[in-house]
């Protein structure tokens, strides 16, 4: 038999089953050279695989080319076709046993296929209140008291979170009052407001790790055209969503490291213990333990706890996971360094053709930083150097630069006003992106980069 029955399905006049009779099977668990006896349809019963056939590399590609993660196979087919019909390792066997669902996730999960989980606006986008700066260049001591309470807040979410870890209530206004403070300073000078906290985030701690991916988050939110309620309530999830590691530090450490299997069921237990931590937290929307829940799962349907696919993801949550893809690349681990920001985002577009991130925040993420992030050391097509401190409209590939240093090598005086440039109005380009001075930064071609987020 053949696989080309898989470019032929539209055709197909028996194309449609009974998908009760069926189980849903991941492409790549699909053992090569095994034969089934009944079709393999995809999720809209829609013919795959003809009876007969035998499961082979080209199936398993075209599958991978059609961005298809599962397909349903028949009942009586599954335990031959893949490994999931074994009984699992005793093992994890018995350390996963109940460990994703608790009353609290079965109340979620409820809600969620419910499809009641939308955003409306109930006012006006919050994009059209920023201010945008041109070729300006930061307030200098604007940006000192930026980064003052960039500090402040990681320190005051640290305290919080080693307080609920030890049973003490977290400050629900406390942390309300710094999704509003961020949304304020993110229509003054979002790009000065995104600088700052990059250059403080460089502790690399998970109070910091949570205020980027919050103040991230709110600006992705922000160029959706979502409202200042919505906006503000991205930055809440942002800020406590990654609570429940804490608790997962306790038993495996701090480490970025590989993880074996147990060490990464516990990781991927944090969401639960987040939503534990959370039921305390008195004055915080009730969408947020939904999207909390939700920030690391992939419209692909492979993330976690739940595997949901992107209709079943809260946009919030979607646009949290951009948010959290970015900072955890530009972030060092114990297994390498950190990615350089045009290395992150180049990462990042690939992911997104493979739907393992959303394509409109990833979209969003683009225009907002540029292709060449704010904060970025670039070498100019005359041979300067430069550091990209603001983004040029819709253009991403031509972001606003100051020179930071001439052809020869000469500093140049941050305060001349002719050392900040539109690339987008200029024949100056950018040739090629560097790693951030003082920074162990590398690149995509590095085999220290291992492809994981």
């Known amino acids: 038999m053949t696989t080309e029955i898989l470019e032929q399905t539209d055709q197909s006049n028996e194309s449609q089953i009974d998908l009760q009779d069926t189980v849903s099977i991941r492409v790549e668990d699909l053992i090569l050279g095994r034969k089934i006896n009944n079709p393999i349809h995809d999720e809209n019963g829609v013919l795959l695989l003809a009876a007969g056939s035998v499961i082979n590399t080209r199936f398993k590609q075209l599958l991978r080319d059609r961005k298809m993660s599962h397909v349903e196979v028949h009942s009586d087919d599954a335990a031959s076709v893949s490994l999931g019909g074994l009984a699992a390792d005793p093992i994890l066997e018995a350390a996963n046993q109940g460990i994703f669902s608790t009353e609290l996730t079965d109340k979620l999960d409820r809600l969620i296929e419910s499809g009641s989980i939308f955003v409306l606006n109930s006012g006006p986008a919050v994009r059209d209140s920023m201010v945008m700066h041109g070729c300006k260049g930061y307030d200098a001591a604007y940006r000192d008291k930026l980064i003052e309470q960039q500090q402040k807040f990681g320190e005051s979410l640290d305290g919080m979170m080693r307080g609920a870890l030890s049973g003490k209530p977290p400050s629900g206004p406390e942390i309300t009052g710094m999704a509003a403070s961020y949304l304020t300073q993110l229509t003054s000078d979002a790009d000065s407001v995104i600088s700052a906290a990059t250059e403080v985030g460089n502790d690399e701690s998970l109070s910091q790790h949570c205020l980027q991916m919050s103040l991230l988050g709110m600006a992705i939110g922000t160029e959706l055209n979502l409202d200042e309620r919505n906006v503000r309530n991205i930055g809440l999830c942002g800020l406590v969503h990654d609570w429940g590691m804490v608790r997962v530090q306790e038993k495996i450490g701090k480490g970025r490291r590989q993880l074996n299997p147990l060490e990464r069921m516990e990781m991927q237990k944090h969401p639960i213990f987040s939503l534990e931590m959370l039921e305390n937290v008195a ?22 706890p739940r595997q949901r696919s992107h209709r079943m993801i809260h946009m919030f949550a979607r646009i949290l996971n951009v948010a959290h893809s970015y900072v955890s690349l530009t972030s060092s681990r114990e297994d390498r360094p950190a990615l350089m920001p045009y290395a992150a985002m180049e990462y990042l577009l690939r992911l997104t053709k493979n739907e393992i991130i959303d394509q409109a925040p990833m979209r969003a993420l683009l225009n907002l930083l540029s292709l060449f992030p704010i904060g970025s050391i670039v070498i100019l097509t005359d041979g ?17 630069v100051q020179l930071i240093q001439t052809s020869n090598g000469k500093n140049v005086d941050p305060l001349d006003l002719d050392s900040i440039i539109d690339l987008n109005e200029s024949e100056l380009e950018i040739d090629q992106a560097l790693p951030t001075p003082g920074k162990d930064e590398i690149d995509l071609s590095s085999d220290l980069f291992d492809g994981q987020i």
């Open 283 to 304: 004055g915080i929307p009730s969408i947020v333990p939904v999207v909390c829940y939700q920030v690391h799962e992939q419209p692909n349907g492979l993330g976690y």
């Open 384 to 400: 300067s150097a430069a550091r990209v401190i603001r983004r040029n409209k819709d253009y991403y590939a031509s972001p606003i």
